[in-house]
């Protein structure tokens, strides 16, 4: 597509560098006039630092950046906005308590002497939501609205600005599929408007249907590029993962032994009104699919007690376990890498080696006193077994990349030695090397016989890694699909709430 | 030692070099004496909010309790004339009541750490005003006191919480070996056991470390225990060392002293941080500058305002050093 033209937005050799982990490194990007171009990769890929760059959240550390041909250097997202680059964060930054006409003109307000024209914001907001498809009246609250048309709002938003080049970052990812249609169909139009778009997801699916080229991330670097023709499931995921996927997911099966976990109409705080049932055995890995919302997290951490069950019985190895704290359910042989690893699964001033031991420091206690042979036995086995890269046991947490803290994470569970393992997207913003280092971990501990439970959002996650994978809607397990009957299109049927008959 | 602890230490001889070279009454044996008795009474009170501070809570009841104890204390001899033994347990008990119940109500009923104890301060207070009828007593008989039982008792206990014991010339007021023994207590138990650790892990991230399987509400409610108590044995030590408790100003503006020394000692009020020896020293240098003020002829309206221009400073000291070390480790980070 109009390969002669000057591309209105490209960069060249762009580099980023954060502490310990090199996000970018001369990273190339080309956008045309009205071209919808799908930006892909597994998580730490460099997706979203990338998109940060480019929409002036923050400044690369190398590299050139030139709009219509022209060389610029956004040092905010102001910049970037008059230069005509928007983005659509995953995250809505909307005020719900204002209307759709304030919010779109938020800080930009029609204006004389410092009082808002009304009527002038009302005029111009209307003509913006029209071409996003929302015929609301203006006066409509914003926190009244369900997410997929907030996000209309939000890009109606980035439009008012002028905005030539929006940046959406996984806007599928809570929609339902009724919304996400919809989306496509806003794509589709401001394409013809000459809008272009640069489109993140992890839904390979919606690449095909969308895109009118793919640029493949891998581990920070350009992995290539795929033209509308060329654009297929196995040749993206090729790219994504630099090798066939067997070899990626080393899964072999393991005959499942006797039921570890055993959920019986179990209701969580986040949906008391869904019960949840559910088994999961010795040596199995089971994978949790779903969208964003919808009750994921929220279960595990039902199970692990972070917010206890209201009903229902959770039992562990066949005993009735009713887990009020984490303390509680980790006695009962349970562990949860969590899914904020910095919030909830470390204590980042804390070292590696306090980290390591934390959990375990109470088995190892000397009447209370501290064992410390024991706890630095703990951590360093840790760091052997799951090749944590520190320079010593004394480093500060903080200070390692995301794969590095995943282990330290595991590793404080490892030493437990718990009967269930639970994940919670067990690989967000890791890099590639470490990720197939947790994935083999995960088959050597389901081959030990743990139990493995795990939440993904990333499709590919799901469908190497699952024995079994239960699919959530709206609090609920909408469905279960083994080994053989897995795929992409049945977990988002499911997921999205569309029956597999339909 | 730690490195701001070290600095903290610095800062100490550098008072006490300054004010014994400009005036030579300072190093006397009675002004040493004097001085490590304040300073021991106040960092018994500083090692208490230690605890709490490290939790990343506060504690403002600190001065109330130590008042309120010091009132009921004498109160319970001089005008109840109950046997001192029973008077002392019963307040030493009533201070840990009074951080349990602190404890719970931030824990449980999930009440801000300020505003409990903000209102302790106000109801402590008050009190002992009440109980009093805002009428000065001491737990010692002065001349013509009457009710009292059990006086050589009260006698011995005046030189357990009050006195000196004579070590050649010097004489070592007795405050120093509570400190002592709490100061190892509390430093034993901050990095030597495991509720130690625990007490970090929550300050730093309570979320993380209660998904590491701690129990962080109990552990909370443990540090408003300890506050609670030092308080209370500082309350003690305060009323024998007074002649005469005032329930409406003994303790007055002590909880202020004591989060100044832990704050100056290295701990920060964001939580996981802190050391006993650093919150030792800083009380100490506290009462020193209090002292030097008086040696060097200062007007003792100043001394406020010198102490907070030395806190300030040594706590911007740190935030330097701290960003410092970390530009530096980072910058390591990057080199391989």
């Not at chain 1, 501290?370 to 090749?387: G, H, P, S, Y």
């Not at chain 2, 070592?172 to 007490?199: C, S």
């Amino acid at each position: 597509m109009a390969a002669g033209r000057t591309p209105l937005l490209e960069v060249r050799g762009l580099c980023k560098q954060f502490p310990g982990v090199r996000a970018l490194h001369h990273v190339s990007l080309k956008l045309h006039p009205g071209e919808v171009l799908a930006l892909i990769g597994e998580n730490g890929a460099g997706k979203s630092t990338l998109m940060k760059i480019l929409a002036g959240v923050q400044p690369a550390d190398s590299g050139e950046y030139h709009i219509d041909g022209e060389t610029v250097a956004f040092l905010n997202v102001r910049d970037a906005l008059a230069s005509g680059v928007a983005l659509i964060h995953q995250e809505l930054n909307l005020a719900a308590n204002l209307d759709l006409a304030a919010n779109i003109f938020l800080g930009r307000e029609p204006n004389r002497l410092g009082f808002v024209n009304d009527k002038a914001t009302h005029l111009e907001a209307a003509k913006y939501l029209k071409r996003v498809g929302l015929n609301l009246p203006t006066e409509t609250l914003v926190g009244d609205l369900p997410i997929g048309k907030q996000q209309l709002v939000e890009i109606a938003k980035a439009l008012s600005c002028d905005a030539r080049v929006l940046i959406m970052d996984e806007p599928t990812s809570s929609l339902s599929q009724r919304e996400t249609e919809t989306l496509f169909e806003v794509v589709h139009d401001l394409r013809e408007q000459g809008i272009s778009v640069i489109y993140i997801t992890h839904r390979l699916s919606e690449v095909k249907v969308l895109a009118d080229r793919v640029t493949v991330f891998r581990d920070g670097q350009n992995a290539g590029d795929l033209s509308q023709e060329e654009i297929d499931h196995d040749a993206m995921v090729r790219l994504m993962v630099g090798r066939e996927l067997s070899e990626f997911y080393d899964r072999k099966i393991h005959e499942p032994g006797k039921v570890i976990l055993e959920l019986d109409k179990v209701r969580s705080p986040a949906h008391p009104h869904t019960e949840i049932s559910l088994q999961i055995h010795a040596g199995e890995i089971v994978g949790i699919a779903g969208l964003v919302g919808a009750g994921r997290t929220e279960l595990l951490e039902t199970i692990f007690g972070v917010t206890p069950a209201l009903g229902g019985t959770i039992k562990v190895n066949g005993q009735a376990v009713h887990p009020k704290s984490p303390e509680e359910a980790i006695s009962a042989g349970m562990a949860l890498a969590p899914e904020d690893r910095k919030l909830h699964g470390l204590v980042l001033p804390m070292t590696v080696g306090e980290n390591a031991s934390l959990a375990s420091l109470k088995r190892d206690q000397n009447n209370g006193l501290l064992n410390f042979e024991a706890e630095k036995d703990v951590a360093n086995e840790a760091v052997d077994q799951l090749q944590i890269k520190t320079p010593h046991l004394e480093q500060v947490a903080r200070f390692l990349s995301g794969g590095n803290q995943q282990k330290i994470v595991l590793g404080k569970w490892l030493a437990l030695k718990p009967r269930l393992l639970m994940l919670d997207e067990p690989t967000r913003g890791i890099d590639v090397g470490a990720k197939r280092e947790i994935y083999k971990l995960m088959e050597k501990l389901a081959g030990e016989g743990i139990a493995i439970l795990f939440v993904s959002s990333e499709m590919e996650e799901v469908l190497g890694m699952a024995d079994r994978a239960l699919i959530m809607h709206e609090g609920a397990i909408a469905g279960e699909l083994n080994r053989s009957q897995l795929s992409e299109e049945a977990i988002m049927q499911l997921a999205t709430g569309t029956s597999l008959a339909a | 030692m730690k490195k701001n602890t070290l600095g903290i230490f610095g800062l100490l001889i550098a008072i006490f070099v300054v004010t014994a070279v400009l005036n030579d009454k300072f190093i006397s044996a009675y002004n040493m004496q004097n001085l490590i008795k304040w300073s021991s009474l106040y960092a018994v009170m500083s090692i208490g909010v230690a605890f709490v501070i490290i939790t990343g809570g506060i504690d403002l009841s600190i001065g109330s309790v130590v008042g309120l104890v010091a009132v009921v204390l004498a109160y319970m001899m001089k005008v109840k004339g109950i046997n001192p033994s029973a008077a002392i347990i019963t307040t030493i008990c009533m201070s840990g009541l009074i951080g349990l119940v602190h404890g719970l109500l931030i824990t449980k009923a999930k009440i801000q750490p300020f505003v409990v104890t903000l209102c302790g301060l106000l109801i402590y207070r008050s009190l002992s005003r009440w109980l009093t009828d805002n009428q000065s007593l001491g737990p010692v008989p002065l001349e013509g006191d009457k009710g009292y039982t059990n006086l050589e008792f009260i006698n011995q206990l005046d030189f357990i919480f009050s006195g000196k014991i004579a070590i050649g010339s010097f004489n070592l007021p007795t405050p120093f070996l509570f400190l002592l023994v709490i100061g190892i207590t509390a430093a034993l138990f901050l990095n030597r056991t495991i509720w130690g650790r625990y007490l970090f892990a929550l300050g730093n991230n309570e979320d993380g470390a209660r998904y590491s399987g701690i129990n962080t509400d109990n552990m909370k409610i443990i540090a408003y225990v300890i506050c609670s108590l030092m308080a209370g044995i500082a309350g003690l030590l305060f009323a024998f060392e007074l002649d005469s408790v005032q329930p409406a100003q003994t303790g007055e503006f002590y909880e202020l002293y004591a989060i100044a020394a832990a704050v100056l000692g290295g701990c920060s009020l964001r939580g996981g941080e802190g050391s006993i020896l650093g919150v030792i020293i800083a009380a100490a240098v506290i009462r020193l500058i209090y002292n030097s003020i008086n040696m060097l002829g200062i007007s003792t309206h100043l001394e406020f305002g010198i102490l907070g221009i030395v806190i300030l400073l040594g706590v911007v000291a740190d935030e330097f050093l701290k960003s410092y070390s970390a530009k530096r480790a980072a910058a390591k980070q990057q080199e391989p």
